[in-house]
């Protein structure tokens, strides 16, 4: 059931959202003890809500980037897309996984941190959506002098993939950041 204008989403509720959905946002509620606006609006499609729970869940359980260092990705990439709803909410999100405070500000506003290694991770990040996944050979090249290996650079292409869903879905439901985020 859809609810709303073509160009209103409906932020739903566990008592709203499709049955399908319903299962998704009570492991979501669990976890963070709220259902973000963000997975709210995404519960309108059961496939959508369910896609990226499951690559999130795959991202943490499985990713050879540290939580950290998925953060930091999360927040270049959120940022290069121009999702403010996801730049702020990452923001609280890192805060929770220790990157440090220095590090989520220069991100917040599209520097890279002074850390090298992290400096790294964003520039790719970045470069990862702006050129599409095309990222010349030197790029890829400096990402792997700062330590990081192929399986990185793939985890990172699954966090640009989580990302868009997210970062489009806000982008056109205009999701309205969270309390809990703000």
Request: contains cysteine.
């Amino acid at each position: 059931m859809s609810t709303g204008t073509a160009n209103t989403f409906a932020v739903h509720t566990r008592e709203s959202a499709p049955d399908a959905s319903k299962p998704v946002l009570e492991q979501v509620e669990q976890a963070f003890g709220f259902i973000p606006n963000m997975i709210g609006v995404l519960a309108e499609s059961p496939l959508a809500v369910a896609a990226y729970a499951t690559v999130n869940g795959l991202l943490e359980e499985k990713s050879a980037l540290s939580p950290q260092e998925q953060q930091v990705a999360i927040l270049a990439i959120s940022r290069e897309n121009g999702c403010n709803y996801c730049v702020s909410a990452h923001a609280k999100v890192a805060g929770m996984k220790n990157v440090p405070a220095d590090v989520v500000q220069a991100l917040q506003e599209g520097r890279d941190p002074e850390d090298a290694k992290l400096a790294a991770l964003s520039r790719t990040a970045r470069l990862l959506v702006e050129k599409r996944g095309w990222i010349e050979e030197n790029a890829q090249n400096a990402f792997f002098d700062a330590g990081y290996e192929k399986a990185h650079l793939l985890d990172l292409i699954v966090l640009a993939a989580l990302k868009t869903i997210s970062n489009y879905s806000n982008h056109i439901a205009q999701t309205e950041l969270d309390q809990e985020f703000s």
